[in-house]
């Protein structure tokens, strides 16, 4: 079993930043993609990126690029999400996942809110 514990969620006014970060549990498992997900309230998830092992291939949404960095660190198996030029819309909870041997793990949500 892996578990992903997320932090970093805030409350920040529009063109601020934030920086989310996934630590995943436990370590001795090899951790193939990563990525985040969100959910602005009373809608669907949708993706927001992904990033592969080694960090060779990444993925954003059309609506966070130029403005979002996917990353990722193994040697503290921690992936990261930096948040910059923040608009009201990208308010959502934010859910960071793992696919470990074809299977998909989920963090808990962290809740990003973007207000003046």
């Known amino acids: 079993q892996v578990q992903l514990v997320e932090s970093g969620g805030g409350l920040v006014q529009p063109g601020g930043s934030l920086r989310l970060s996934c630590v995943a549990f436990a370590s001795s498992f090899r951790i193939d993609f990563m990525g985040w997900y969100r959910q602005p309230l009373g809608k669907q998830r949708d993706v927001v990126a992904v990033?592969?092992?080694?960090?060779?291939?990444?993925n954003y949404a059309d609506s966070v690029k130029g403005r979002f960095t996917i990353s990722r660190d193994n040697t503290k198996n921690t992936g990261y999400l930096q948040m910059n030029s923040l608009k009201p819309e990208d308010t959502a909870v934010y859910y960071c996942?793992?696919?470990?041997?074809?299977?998909?793990?989920w963090g808990q949500g962290t809740q990003v809110t973007v207000s003046s």
């Open positions: 990033i592969s092992n080694s960090g060779g291939s990444i």
């Open positions: 996942y793992a696919v470990v041997s074809g299977r998909i793990y």
